[in-house]
């Protein structure tokens, strides 16, 4: 009986992760940013994009010390990034965005559990996904992914390469997501 439940349990897993082709709708490339900014901004933008990068990288390898160190790196550098030129628009978005971006950036800092790390990083990555979703389309590629099995819902993350590597769920289930 235990191992039916657990070949269920294993079977529902393997369902709720495995990537539906049929169903998704194929991406279309941002070709003109919902709001306008200057190009040195989006210049700006990709440096921050990589701290964050950065940061999720480390909460994929579950790596809860390198985490705290990438988050302050990426506030340190948030922090150092002057804007200017921005309409009272893109000034709106950004700055609610950047504040979210902050706070998080903090929390994780001052956490030491990668599963506590990783419930900041969903905050954190949802303004980061407004961000390019405001003023995209940039230089490289970034791709909105998303696990389906995070805390009884879904949780998004943005991500240089188009393969999946969760930073939500790490090697327990590396590749669960879209």
Not at 24 to 51: C, I, M
Not at 134 to 148: D, E, K, W
Request: charged fraction near 20%; aromatic fraction near 6%.
């Amino acid at each position: 009986m235990k191992t039916t439940i657990t070949l269920f349990a294993l079977l529902l897993l393997t369902a709720a992760c495995g990537h539906n082709h049929e169903s998704a709708a194929p991406a279309e490339p941002v070709v003109e940013a919902r709001v306008a900014t200057p190009d040195a901004f989006k210049s700006g933008l990709e440096a921050q994009l990589d701290a964050y990068f950065a940061l999720k990288d480390v909460l994929v390898a579950t790596k809860a010390d390198s985490a705290a160190i990438q988050a302050a790196a990426l506030k340190a550098s948030l922090e150092a990034w002057t804007v200017e030129g921005l309409s009272a628009e893109a000034d709106s978005v950004w700055s609610a965005n950047r504040s979210v971006v902050l706070e998080k950036a903090a929390a994780i800092t001052g956490l030491t559990d990668v599963e506590a790390q990783r419930f900041e990083f969903e905050s954190l990555s949802m303004a980061m996904i407004e961000v390019v979703e405001a003023f995209g389309p940039l230089a490289n590629t970034v791709y909105r992914q998303t696990c389906p099995m995070v805390r009884g819902g879904s949780a998004d993350w943005l991500a240089e390469e188009e393969q999946i590597a969760n930073p939500y769920h790490g090697s327990r289930m590396l590749r669960c997501g879209d």
